[in-house]
Nanobody, 118 residues
Framework: EVQLVESGGGLVQAGGSLRLSCAAS????????IGWFRQAPGKEREGVSC????????YYAESVKGRFTISSDNAKDTVYLQMNSLIPEDTAVYYC???????????WGQGTQVTVSS
């Protein structure tokens, strides 16, 4: 069974940092792009960041460039999202997703809540 399990969410003050983890199992990790999406109440789900395992290329939404960094630990089949300089607008449920391409996810995790207080 394909599984993506997020962890690392929580409550943090503005300006603080969190590191999200996405542990993958049940598929060939190296063949998939792994990305992070988020959805805040009343807003559409948006792509935050993605890393392609085929060429190592990364993508960042304009709103998080310079603050978030995506990385992978292939030995652990885990992708991380380091989030620095957090602002209240980053508050959302963050979802890990996997697919052949960053733009076409096939599998989704259950999400982890990130709340940034003023």
């Amino acid at each position: 069974e394909v599984q993506l399990v997020e962890s690392g969410g929580g409550l943090v003050q503005a300006g603080g940092s969190l590191r999200l983890s996405c542990a993958a199992s049940g598929f060939t990790f190296d063949d998939y792009a792994i990305g992070w999406f988020r959805q805040a109440p009343g807003k559409e789900r948006e792509g935050v960041s993605c890393i392609s395992r085929s060429d190592g290329s990364t993508y960042y939404a304009e709103s998080v460039k310079g603050r978030f960094t995506i990385s992978s630990d292939n030995a652990k089949d885990t992708v991380y999202l380091q989030m620095n300089s957090l602002i209240p607008e980053d508050t959302a449920v963050y979802y890990c997703a996997a697919g052949f391409y960053c733009s076409a996810p096939d599998y989704w995790g259950q999400g982890t809540q990130v709340t940034v207080s003023s």
